[in-house]
């Protein structure tokens, strides 16, 4: 028979021992509140992280609207002296002295094909978004030429259509047949069910309008008038269109007076990343602070002023 071996009474007690119910419960506790602060530091994480991403793609739209509509509105009655061209003709025969139209809200009948004349433009009525019409003459320089034969373009990238017109030329002085493009841009804001508002433009080119960029929400113009004769503009200060419409009766005079354009874009992020609605409060274009915002989508205004360099008397 082998012989039994006797543990000694430490060694017993010391294999018998374990957590009590109150050590255990304690343990669990602290594993929940470490958890719970990991969980809180990643949420927390996370949030700043979306907000900053919303935040940059907001600066992203604002500038590239800004830039877009800056740059056309910058060229508005842009019609070069030609060098050839006789002093009585010096330039193309484009229409310069109604260079630029704008809409305290939508223009009621945008399409560039049934309204060359711009006094045809009409509102669909004030309040809402703003638009603007804007002409110039075009090249492969002031427009992103086609990759096909080099022609200008409209603002949605459209060959524009080639103006044959009628001018003197120095040597010799006889009336000569020159070709020539005009862009004719039209820039509103606009919303569908399935798409978010955005700047839409519709060009002369014969294309369907078109959103150039998106969660624009809204757009807004105000004018300096300015005399026409005076080299440097003395503007006291800016008007709307309904304002402007009201200054003279005849249409294309008082449009000719516009010698500044303030442009104001209002810009909403993608998604609802706003923690709450006082945090997604926000400034809108005419100053005041909007507290009760629609959703927690986070929005910011952009503002720029442009100078039209290209006026002309009419």
């Given amino acids: 028979m082998s012989a039994i071996r006797s543990v000694p009474p430490g060694a017993r007690s010391l294999r018998m021992s374990g957590l009590s119910l109150v050590e255990l419960m304690v343990s669990i506790a602290i594993g929940l509140v470490v958890t719970i602060a990991v969980l809180s530091s990643y949420i927390g994480s996370l949030g700043a992280t979306r907000m900053?991403?919303?935040?940059?793609?907001?600066?992203?739209?604002?500038?590239?609207?800004?830039?877009?509509?800056?740059?056309?509105?910058?060229m508005a009655g842009n019609n070069p002296k030609q060098q050839d061209y006789a002093s009585t003709t010096p330039r193309n025969p484009i229409t310069t002295t109604f260079i630029i139209r704008g809409?305290?809200?939508?223009?009621?009948?945008?399409?560039?094909?049934?309204?060359?004349?711009?006094?045809?433009?009409?509102?669909?009525?004030?309040?809402?978004?703003?638009?603007?019409?804007?002409r110039y003459e075009a090249d492969r320089y002031n427009t992103v030429p086609n990759t096909a034969?080099?022609?200008?373009?409209?603002?949605?990238?459209?060959?524009?259509?080639?103006?044959?017109?009628?001018?003197?030329?120095n040597v010799p002085a006889v009336p000569t047949d020159v070709t020539y493009t005009v862009a004719d841009n039209r820039f509103y804001v606009s919303s569908t069910v399935?798409?978010?508002?955005g700047?839409?433009?519709?060009g002369n080119g014969g294309a369907t309008a078109q959103r150039l960029v998106e969660n624009v929400e809204d757009?807004?113009?105000?004018?300096?008038?300015?005399?026409?004769?005076?080299?440097?503009p003395p503007v006291a200060g800016y008007i709307t269109a309904s304002t402007l419409d009201g200054l003279d009766p005849d249409i294309a005079l008082r449009w000719s007076k516009v010698a500044t354009v303030r442009i104001c874009v209002l810009i909403r992020s993608e998604e609802a990343v706003?923690?709450?609605a006082a945090s997604a409060g926000y400034t809108q274009c005419d100053g005041?602070?909007?507290?009760?915002?629609?959703?927690?989508?986070?929005?910011?205004?952009?503002?720029?002023?442009?100078?039209?360099?290209?006026?002309q008397a009419p």
């Fill in 52 to 74: 900053a991403e919303a935040q940059v793609r907001m600066n992203e739209d604002g500038q590239a609207a800004l830039t877009i509509l800056a740059q056309t509105i910058r």
């Fill in 103 to 134: 809409c305290d809200g939508t223009f009621s009948n945008i399409d560039v094909a049934a309204t060359t004349n711009y006094a045809d433009l009409t509102c669909a009525g004030s309040g809402g978004p703003d638009s603007i019409a804007v």
């Fill in 149 to 169: 034969g080099g022609l200008p373009t409209d603002c949605l990238g459209q060959d524009l259509p080639v103006i044959t017109g009628n001018v003197l030329k």
């Fill in 194 to 197: 399935s798409l978010s508002p």
């Fill in 199 to 202: 700047l839409y433009c519709k």
């Fill in 219 to 232: 757009l807004q113009f105000i004018y300096g008038a300015a005399p026409i004769a005076a080299a440097t």
């Fill in 274 to 276: 706003a923690p709450d």
């Fill in 288 to 311: 005041t602070t909007n507290s009760s915002p629609p959703d927690l989508r986070l929005r910011k205004a952009y503002s720029t002023t442009v100078v039209l360099r290209n006026r």
